[in-house]
Each structure stands twice: as structure tokens, then as C-alpha cells.
């Protein structure tokens, strides 16, 4: 192998996806898997995770399936004992799982207003902190965190104007990988987000002909993205061609937002 192909080579590592039975996350999981990866599959829905671990198998890759709620520190740590115990190690955690909020100010509730923050947020937390004590001990690691580009930066998340508790939690995720990052840096751990623009999956049910209608003309690439289009940056930012990137949000988004 020359150089710069062992620096893209992801084969041998080990990865968490969290959120991965579907959309993004899915993508994510086969993507680093086509690279290489010995894969975690981890989701709240283990039917959903068991499908996509099973179509990593079947492409010949390995995976293990896991029902992980990120938001119990209990479900996050058996997440991260799984993958020991499976494949040995952790090179890769990518924070993925998130859920969408579309109310206006006024009318988000107390609830929602903590599920948001507790996937969105406090998931990352957690599932870093366990992650990264075994990271820190090898003095090597991958993360990246899922944030959002329209939503970190602009006032809604969606076409009826609401979702700031959405917005919030994402511009959160982007502020904390820079925490991570400063924190982990030392120890040789990479800690970088990736910002999809409008991306074709399930959590647009039923609304993504409107949206794509609405946000056409806004991206310069001339197309929403699909979830492939995120996962194959993820696959990137995992290499060790990327090593000298930490803190970073990367946009993908077809250049829909642009500023320095
Ligand atoms: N689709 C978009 O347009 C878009 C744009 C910007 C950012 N994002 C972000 O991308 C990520 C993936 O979104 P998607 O569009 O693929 O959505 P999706 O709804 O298709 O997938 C989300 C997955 O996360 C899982 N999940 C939800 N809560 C969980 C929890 N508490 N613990 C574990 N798993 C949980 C769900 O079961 C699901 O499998 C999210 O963080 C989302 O905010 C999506």
C-alpha cells in the first residue's frame, strides 16, 4: 500500500455509530464498514440495528448490534463494554443519534425541551465521556459529533418556523465538539462535527417533497443531500488523512450556507 492510501485506510478500526438503524446513521455504519471497520451498531430501535448490522454482514463486513438509548449512562457504558468485549477496542465513536423538534418557542413544552436536549446534547456527553476514557488510555481516537447546518446557524429548523429547541441542541453539539476537542487533543484523540444541510431520511417523513421543493434554489450544488453524501465525509474525518483536523464543524450542505 503507498502512503496515502494507508493514510485513508480505515481497516482494522473499530467503531460506535450511535443512531445507525436508520438514515444518516445507517449510512454511516455501511460506509465505514465498505472502508474497513469492524462496526457498532447502536440505536434505541434494536430491530432497526439488527437489520443494518445484518447488511454489514452480508456485505462481508463485521458488526455487532446493540439496543442503546444514549441517554442513560447505565445503556451508554454496556454500549461501550459490548465493543470491548466484541472487537477489543474503540477507535471510532460517531454521535449520531438525534431527534428533531419542530414547535415555536411559545408552544415547546418542558418535556420536549428535555428530550431534545437529552438526545441531541446530553447523549454526546455521555457517550464521549465512556468512549474517551478508553481512548485516553491509548492515546488515540476518532470522534465526530452530528450537528446541523441550517439549524446551528439559522433561526428555524423547518419550514412551519419553529424547532428552536432543535436549533439550540445542534449549535450545542458544534460548541461542545470544540470542548472535546481542547480537552482530547492532548491525548491524541480527534474531535471534529459534521453539519448536514437537508438530508433525505425518515425523520422527514412526509414533509421531504416540500422541503425539497423549498430549499432547491437556496444550494448551489443544485440538490438536497442524501445520507451518503454526510457518511462518506464521516469516513473521511475517521482517517488518518484528516489528522490534523480537531474542532471543526464541516458543512455538508451543498454550499446552501456559506461563511467563514
Ligand atoms: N435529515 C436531516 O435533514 C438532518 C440535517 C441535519 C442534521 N441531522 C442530524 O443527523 C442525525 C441523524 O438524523 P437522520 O436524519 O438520519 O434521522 P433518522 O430519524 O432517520 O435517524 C435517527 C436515528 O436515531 C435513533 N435515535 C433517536 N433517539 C435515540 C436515542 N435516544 N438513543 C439512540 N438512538 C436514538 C433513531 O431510532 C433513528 O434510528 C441526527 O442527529 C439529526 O439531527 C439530520
Known amino acids: 500500500m503507498n502512503r496515502v492510501s494507508e493514510l485513508f485506510s480505515i481497516t482494522g478500526k473499530v467503531a460506535i455509530v450511535t443512531g445507525a438503524a436508520s438514515g444518516i446513521g445507517r449510512a454511516i455504519a455501511l460506509a465505514l464498514s465498505g472502508a474497513g471497520a469492524s462496526v457498532v451498531v447502536a440505536d434505541k430501535e434494536v430491530s432497526g440495528a439488527n437489520k443494518v448490522a445484518g447488511e454489514i454482514e452480508s456485505a462481508g463486513g463485521r458488526a455487532i448490534a446493540t439496543e442503546t438509548d444514549v441517554t442513560g449512562k ?7 463494554q459490548k465493543t ?7 477507535d471510532i465513536l460517531v454521535n449520531n443519534a438525534g431527534i428533531i423538534a419542530r414547535n415555536s418557542v411559545m408552544d415547546i ?13 446530553k447523549g454526546v456527553v ?3 465521556q465512556a468512549a474517551a476514557r478508553h481512548m485516553i488510555e491509548r492515546k488515540s481516537g476518532k470522534i465526530v459529533n452530528v450537528g446541523s447546518s441550517l439549524s446551528s446557524r439559522a433561526s428555524v429548523c423547518n419550514l412551519s418556523g419553529g424547532g428552536a429547541d432543535y436549533c439550540a441542541s445542534k449549535a450545542a453539539v458544534q460548541a461542545l465538539t470544540r470542548s472535546l476537542a481542547m480537552e482530547l487533543g492532548p491525548y491524541g484523540i480527534n474531535v471534529n462535527a459534521v453539519a448536514p444541510g437537508p438530508t433525505n431520511t425518515p425523520m422527514h417523513e412526509g414533509l421531504w ?8 434554489g437556496s444550494i448551489p450544488l443544485g440538490r438536497l443531500a442524501e ?9 473521511f474525518l475517521v482517517t488518518d488523512a484528516a489528522r490534523y483536523i480537531t474542532g471543526q464543524t464541516i458543512h455538508v450542505n451543498g454550499g446552501q450556507i456559506m461563511v467563514d
Open 227 to 235: 445520507p451518503e453524501d454526510i457518511a462518506d465525509v464521516v469516513a
Open 84 to 90: 470491548i468485549e466484541g472487537f477489543g477496542k474503540i
Open 74 to 80: 447505565k445503556e451508554v457504558e454496556q454500549m461501550v
Open 209 to 216: 417533497e416540500m422541503a425539497a421543493a423549498y430549499y432547491q
Open 126 to 128: 455521555l457517550c464521549s
Open 109 to 121: 413544552q418542558e418535556e420536549e425541551l428535555d428530550r431534545t436536549f437529552d438526545v441531541n446534547l
